[in-house]
């Protein structure tokens, strides 16, 4: 069964903190995603990496860092979190030949 | 103009009708088309995904293609309760990394 895993389901953080989104996926996927997920705004690409230490910004990067040393973990970084970081993010691979997306299950991040 | 558009709705749909859903794209030469389902507060899932003009049937669900007008649709027939969700178009733009991009979303509703 094939799996994208996000290391929390939600986060409460402090403005100002730095934040670490950890994904994992067991695909053997070369291209990871963050997205994040507003009402309204649909799903919003932050980065992506097509390979090891590979990244690229996406529609939305202000505010954010990616950091992919393995293939099967991508990691975003909110260097300085602040209160419009509010959101869900996902992360999302697939390999490829076949784009079909994988998805997270989420993770529900609270910046107070 | 964004890549991928759709209605944000919400549609309803009386159970045991046809629901129509629809997503036009800006990028001619894209290949690659997605449909996902995402419940309230889940992650996306694959429903289907079509690359050819024409139709493409999968129990309940059609996914249907036309290149040439840019558009491209999903008929779920005898629709359900369990069909509410928010339904995700997506597209594979040509060339690059094959960076899927995604629509907004519309909210179907189906009222039994």
């Known amino acids: 069964d094939v799996k994208v895993t996000q290391s929390s389901r939600y986060l409460v953080k402090r403005t100002g903190e730095k934040v670490f989104l950890e994904c994992v996926q067991d695909?053997?996927?070369?291209?990871m995603f963050w997205y994040r997920q507003d009402p309204g705004l649909g799903l919003r690409l932050i980065y992506f990496s097509y390979d090891v230490k590979m990244k690229e910004k996406g529609d939305i990067p202000e505010g954010y860092s990616v950091s992919r040393e393995k293939k099967e973990r991508f990691s975003l970084i909110l260097e300085s979190a602040s209160t419009n970081q509010t959101s869900m993010y996902l992360c999302a691979s697939h390999g490829t030949l076949n784009t079909e997306a994988f998805f997270g299950q989420g993770t529900r991040l609270t910046v107070v | 103009q964004k890549e991928v558009e759709q209605n944000s709705g919400p549609l309803s749909v009386p159970e045991g009708a046809i629901a129509s859903l629809n997503c036009t794209y800006s990028d001619r030469g894209s290949q690659s088309f997605f449909w996902y389902r995402q419940y309230s507060g889940k992650s996306p899932e694959l429903i289907m995904f079509?690359?050819?003009?024409g139709d493409k049937e999968d129990g309940r669900f059609t996914a249907q293609l036309n290149k040439a007008s840019q558009y491209v649709s999903l008929l779920i027939r005898d629709s359900q309760p369990s069909d509410s969700a928010t339904y995700l178009c997506?597209?594979?733009?040509?060339?690059?990394?094959?960076?899927?991009?995604f629509g907004t979303g519309t909210k179907l509703q189906v009222i039994p």
């Open positions: 079509i690359y050819s003009n």
């Open positions: 695909m053997d996927h070369e291209n």
């Open positions: 997506a597209v594979n733009p040509p060339g690059g990394y094959q960076k899927v991009t």
